[in-house]
């Protein structure tokens, strides 16, 4: 199973609304990443998660709090976000410090 | 840190052979990516070359040489569904987020008929 699982696929929510991106991967990957990608521009890295525990944060707003319960999932809390967060963001996972990376396919968000 | 360039579209048609190259700059890295995404879809990956030369994959060829910065895509007999933007991309070997996959700017391929 070579699949990065996203959900949902498209969010909607207003600034005072909170919500949760989730991911999931069954490869064994210990590395999974946030990514956030505006149109037409490449994927921004957000948070790095090495064998569970967060390993890089670039600095990212606090409005974005990610969590990983487990070595196959990891999840994207949001909390009063801002229009201009606006994007997709993408789960991606890889072997630890691994050149390939796997994508999942997304979660549509748009900030109202 | 690193940086990498790519034009930023190319138009070719069907049948065709394309190239799209990436210049790059880093103080050390592991190897060089290639990544394709189609509108509204999921970066896949490609290709990768850790070390210098060409690497063959099916309709798909990547290069990369370190003396000179820079490494290519190619492909070969272009097929419509292969219009998506194209990324490289290489991962540092400095710590902390320069460990981490860069992209560049992207490549938006269109093919016509």
């Known amino acids: 199973d070579t699949e990065v699982t996203q959900t949902p696929k498209h969010l909607v929510m207003g600034m005072t609304n909170k919500k949760s991106l989730k991911c999931e991967q069954h490869?064994?990957?210990?590395?999974m990443y946030w990514y956030k990608q505006k149109a037409k521009k490449p994927p921004e890295l957000m948070f790095v998660y090495s064998y569970e525990k967060l390993s890089i944060n670039e600095s990212v707003p606090s409005r974005f709090s990610p969590e990983c319960p487990n070595s196959s999932l990891l999840n994207l809390h949001l909390h009063a976000l801002q229009p201009e967060d606006s994007a997709l963001y993408l789960c991606?996972?890889?072997?630890?410090?691994?050149?390939?990376?796997?994508f999942g396919p997304g979660t549509r968000l748009t900030v109202l | 840190g690193q940086s990498l360039e790519q034009p930023s579209e190319v138009t070719a048609v069907e049948g065709a052979i394309v190239q799209i190259n990436c210049t790059y700059q880093?103080?050390?890295?592991?190897?060089l990516s290639w990544y394709q995404q189609h509108d509204g879809g999921a970066p896949t990956f490609l290709s990768y070359n850790a070390l210098d030369g060409l690497e063959e994959t099916g309709r798909f060829s990547s290069f990369l040489s370190r003396s000179d910065s820079y490494g290519y895509l190619l492909l070969q007999e272009l097929q419509m569904k292969d219009s998506a933007s194209y990324f490289c991309a290489v991962r540092g070997r400095s710590s902390g987020s320069a460990r981490q996959l860069t992209f560049g700017s992207g490549t938006q391929l269109t093919v016509l008929p």
């Open positions: 991606a996972s890889s072997q630890s410090g691994g050149d390939t990376q796997y």
């Open positions: 490869m064994g990957h210990r590395a």
């Open positions: 880093t103080s050390g890295f592991y190897g």
